[in-house]
């Protein structure tokens, strides 16, 4: 089986879980019943014998077009046969009438136009590491069961596909056929009719449209960014609020090489920086809703703040890796659980304070439990910021003194510091506060910056430098006319360039594990960032422009790029990187004597012209 390449993959989800469907209509990642579940269709890791729910022409056609309706979860491909074109048009359901649907409801549809086209679907559903094959049951439609899961899958017009069979269908202009796929875990499955199934995709239509419509005009690259927040809401699990890192695992950052991790998890420092992208833009309520989830999530480690957790708030699995499974374009190893859950992560501490006072200074009150998590976060890091961690990019070796997390530490004193200024707080702990800020600052400074290079490093003692320090100008560390604040940003940008307009982290080779890795698309974003608070934003204009080239006609990111080939690299699509080209445009927008940038036409994220959308 050949792995199509990752830009050919297209998301669908539910806020609960979510689809990658590749180009020719192949469903080929999706788990049950939650992000983190185990795969129904994974033939993405796991070659054929692993499952997949496929529907496209049968003959040889020529794919013309692939899109997302414009401000919609829904994605459309279209092909031309001998005689007429195919639509498949597909989307999974979030909500109905406001609410929650206690079933996971997919919804694919099929019509033809100027001809009949003979088409083809194959259902071959498995459950994960063991592809085990369901017990099957007949009824209004064919049911399928895996103990407590279920999954059933109806089709208008009389049609049946028995799993793990083909079927050869004719889908005549004007007849569309419409599947609907339901999966449910301890409830009963929810049996909508597929005669009016499409009802419901032209409702869920209806509700994304609105929420696009609340995002300000004034946005730069306005499309990309609405692509980039409804990618991040399908990527929030909505039963509790947590963002998922991305919804795939072991996606590799370095094809044939042991750099493949399992991303279905929330990390609390990725979610803060998604949120501070809906903040910015009156998405208000998504930030409160993360911030109700961590206070639940925590409550048992507090005061630690931990690296990683599960969407509902338990423990990260042990990582372990399947057996027999090839991995995407046979890259193994397959892994399920992430042995980063148990680092020391100072920076995450800042990143959640800093979401916090966001919150807080557009006019919302934290509660009384909230101010207390958050004053036990801080006391930590008043207590712990001496200590060496494993940094934002979670090194697999003995820790160090990372400046990024120095500086994330600073953060997270100053916005609890801001914090208190409108939440009531002892005298004696502010004294402890302000002192342990101003101890960090001095120590940063005088270990963590190299005055002959003009930059601050990577850790201390190290020459190396690293491309996290790119968030400098956002954090207030530095004041924004510093010559060390822009020595260290030009330093980044020429030190670890992989061609314009791609970043590497740190050095490639330089992280303990074996092998190379590829551009990381976060820091490449954060560069436009730094570039427009620093007083070049034409340079940063220009740089998000050919960022936004590479997300093809469906705006989606991977987490990193190789930049010799344009093939997406890591896990996909990747919450953190949607959430920092976010945070690039509104840094355009924000910026003074920004020239009016021109932007995309309505409903198409792509810049390529040959893209057909």
């Known amino acids: 089986?050949?792995?199509?390449?990752?830009?050919?993959?297209?998301?669908?989800?539910?806020?609960?879980?979510?689809?990658?469907?590749?180009?020719?209509?192949?469903?080929?990642?999706?788990?049950?019943?939650?992000?983190?579940?185990?795969?129904?269709?994974?033939?993405?890791?796991?070659?054929?014998?692993?499952?997949?729910?496929?529907?496209?022409?049968?003959?040889?056609?020529?794919?013309?077009?692939?899109?997302?309706?414009?401000?919609?979860?829904?994605?459309?491909?279209?092909?031309?046969?001998?005689?007429?074109?195919?639509?498949?048009?597909?989307?999974?359901?979030?909500?109905?009438?406001?609410?929650?649907?206690?079933?996971?409801?997919?919804?694919?549809?099929?019509?033809?136009e100027g001809a009949p086209v003979r088409?083809?679907?194959?259902?071959?559903?498995?459950?994960?590491?063991r592809h085990l094959r369901p017990r099957v049951r007949q009824g209004q439609h064919v049911v399928c069961e895996w103990g407590a899961l279920a999954m059933s899958l109806g089709c208008s017009g009389g049609l049946r596909v028995e799993p793990?069979?083909?079927?050869?269908?004719?889908?005549?202009?004007?007849?569309?056929?419409?599947?609907?796929?339901?999966?449910a875990y301890a409830e009963p499955l929810v049996w909508v009719d597929p005669e009016t199934a499409w009802d419901l995709v032209e409702a869920d239509e209806a509700r994304w449209r609105e929420w696009a419509s609340g995002i300000s005009d004034d946005v730069p690259f306005?499309?990309?960014?609405?692509?980039?927040?409804?990618?991040?809401?399908?990527?929030?699990?909505?039963?509790?609020?947590?963002?998922?890192?991305?919804?795939?695992?072991?996606?590799?950052?370095?094809?044939?090489?042991?750099?493949?991790?399992?991303?279905?998890?929330?990390w609390p420092r990725d979610a803060s920086i998604g949120i501070a992208a809906f903040l910015a833009l009156g998405k208000d309520g998504e930030a409160l809703n993360f911030l109700n989830w961590l206070l639940h999530a925590s409550r048992l480690q507090r005061p630690r703040l931990p690296a990683l957790l599960t969407l509902t708030g338990g423990h990260v699995p042990r990582e372990r890796t399947l057996a027999d499974w090839p991995g995407y374009a046979g890259s193994a190893p397959v892994r399920t659980g992430n042995g980063a859950a148990h680092q020391h992560q100072l920076d995450g501490y800042g990143w959640v304070l800093d979401a916090a006072w966001n919150l807080v200074r557009q006019g919302h009150r934290l509660n009384s439990e909230t101010w207390r998590a958050l004053r036990g976060f801080t006391d930590l890091v008043v207590r712990r910021w001496p200590d060496p961690d494993a940094g934002i990019w979670e090194i697999r070796r003995d820790p160090a003194h990372h400046v990024h997390s120095k500086i994330m530490g600073w953060l997270a004193l100053d916005r609890a510091l801001r914090i208190a200024e409108t939440h009531r707080i002892s005298p004696r702990r502010r004294c402890r506060w302000e002192a342990a800020r101003t101890a960090i600052a001095a120590?940063?400074?005088?270990?963590?910056?190299?005055?002959?290079?003009?930059?601050?490093?990577r850790s201390y003692g190290s020459a190396d430098l690293d491309s996290a320090l790119l968030i400098l100008p956002v954090t207030g560390f530095e004041p924004p006319d510093s010559a060390r604040?822009?020595?260290?940003?030009?330093?980044?940008?020429?030190e670890l360039s992989a061609g314009h307009p791609f970043l590497y982290r740190y050095p490639p080779g330089q992280d303990g594990l074996p092998g190379d890795e590829g551009a990381f698309l976060p820091c490449s974003f954060w560069l436009v960032q730094a570039l427009a608070l620093t007083g070049r934003a034409a340079e940063?204009?220009?740089?998000?422009?050919?960022?936004?080239?590479?997300?093809?006609?469906?705006?989606?990111?991977?987490?990193?790029?190789?930049?010799?080939?344009?093939?997406?690299?890591?896990?996909?699509?990747?919450?953190l990187t949607h959430a920092a080209l976010v945070q690039a445009a509104l840094a355009l927008r924000d910026v003074s004597a920004v020239e009016p940038v021109v932007t995309e036409p309505a409903g198409c994220a792509c810049r390529n012209p040959n893209a057909g959308c």
């Not at 604040?485 to 030009?490: A, E, F, N």
């Open 119 to 129: 088409a083809a679907v194959v259902f071959d559903p498995r459950l994960g590491e």
């Open 540 to 575: 940063a204009a220009e740089m998000l422009e050919a960022l936004l080239g590479i997300g093809g006609p469906l705006g989606l990111f991977s987490e990193e790029i190789d930049a010799a080939t344009g093939a997406l690299l890591g896990n996909y699509p990747q919450a």
């Open 485 to 494: 604040l822009r020595g260290t940003v030009d330093a980044v940008r020429a």
């Open 164 to 183: 793990g069979t083909t079927a050869a269908i004719t889908v005549e202009p004007g007849r569309p056929v419409v599947m609907v796929l339901a999966l």
């Open 1 to 112: 089986m050949r792995s199509p390449a990752l830009a050919d993959y297209g998301l669908l989800g539910d806020t609960r879980t979510a689809a990658l469907v590749s180009a020719d209509g192949g469903i080929d990642w999706l788990c049950a019943p939650a992000f983190d579940g185990d795969p129904v269709f994974g033939a993405l890791l796991g070659g054929p014998e692993a499952g997949s729910f496929r529907t496209g022409p049968s003959l040889p056609a020529t794919r013309l077009a692939r899109r997302y309706r414009p401000h919609t979860a829904t994605l459309e491909t279209v092909w031309a046969t001998d005689g007429g074109t195919l639509t498949l048009a597909e989307s999974m359901i979030a909500e109905v009438s406001g609410r929650l649907l206690p079933t996971t409801l997919l919804i694919r549809r099929l019509a033809a």
């Open 443 to 457: 120590d940063i400074i005088t270990r963590g910056f190299d005055a002959t290079r003009n930059t601050y490093t």
């Open 222 to 266: 306005r499309e990309p960014v609405l692509r980039s927040l409804l990618t991040l809401k399908l990527l929030t699990y909505s039963p509790s609020g947590a963002p998922v890192a991305a919804p795939t695992t072991s996606l590799p950052e370095d094809p044939g090489g042991i750099r493949n991790w399992d991303y279905r998890y929330a």
